[in-house]
């Protein structure tokens, strides 16, 4: 198989995987008593980036490491399902991060040494808990909600240390720009604003990095 088919192979099951993302994500609302859009980006966000992400994974990664392929290609299904989804109602699912987590956990254990994804998972988890009650307290107001801090969480323990470091980087300064845009583009300081889809932004990136 030739790299450009196997690449385009995979960007197909990248469709698939995203459309399987959104209809979850439309039954997972409705669960939680909230109306799925039904806007351009809402329906067709998760199926493009999604398949755009597999086939860079592809790309990078090719046939001969398709086991790692397959399980990055998980982590990546679930940081476009974050993505989208807090994008549209401002919520991170305890359905959707922790099962996540529990994966990065065992993937974590294969590498070396074994307790570095775990420890770092529980720091940034630790971290942005502590940013979240801190700003809370200062500001009156939420800053970070508990779903940025379980994904910082997630986050960690599937990049390390100093890949959560760099991740939450990228993931605040495009966040900032957003949020520059968002509220010249409403006229307000006051607008409400997702950090999560930034956060996860970050960790794509940073997971593709990874060898």
């Known amino acids: ?5 196997f690449v385009v192979g995979w960007a197909i099951v990248g469709v698939g995987a995203g459309w399987l993302a959104r209809w979850g994500s439309v039954r997972l609302a409705r669960m939680e008593g909230l109306e799925p859009g ?3 980006w809402q329906v067709y966000g ?6 755009v992400m597999f086939a860079g994974f592809a790309f990078d990664l090719g046939v001969p490491h398709i086991l790692v392929l397959a399980v990055r290609s998980v982590f990546v ?5 974050v993505i989208f989804f807090d994008l549209e109602h401002r919520l991170i699912l305890d359905r959707v991060i922790f099962p996540s987590m529990g994966l990065a956990v065992v993937v974590s254990l294969f590498n070396q040494p074994w307790w570095a994804g775990i420890a770092t998972g529980l720091g940034a988890g630790v971290l942005f808990l502590f940013l979240s ?8 107001g939420e800053v970070l909600g508990f779903g940025d801090v379980k994904l910082a969480a997630f986050m960690g323990l599937l990049l390390g240390w100093p890949g ?4 939450v980087f990228i993931g605040v300064a495009v966040g900032a720009v957003a949020a520059i845009a968002v509220a010249i ?4 300081l006051k607008a409400t604003f997702a950090y999560g889809p930034y956060l996860a932004i970050g960790a794509l990136v940073l997971l593709y990095q990874m060898h």
């Open 1 to 5: 198989m030739t790299t450009a088919l």
């Open 38 to 40: 039904s806007k351009p």
């Open 46 to 51: 998760p199926p493009i980036l999604a398949a």
């Open 77 to 81: 299904l679930v940081l476009v399902q």
């Open 133 to 140: 009650i801190a700003g809370s307290t200062l500001l009156r």
């Open 164 to 167: 959560i470091a760099d991740a």
């Open 185 to 188: 583009w409403r006229r307000s």
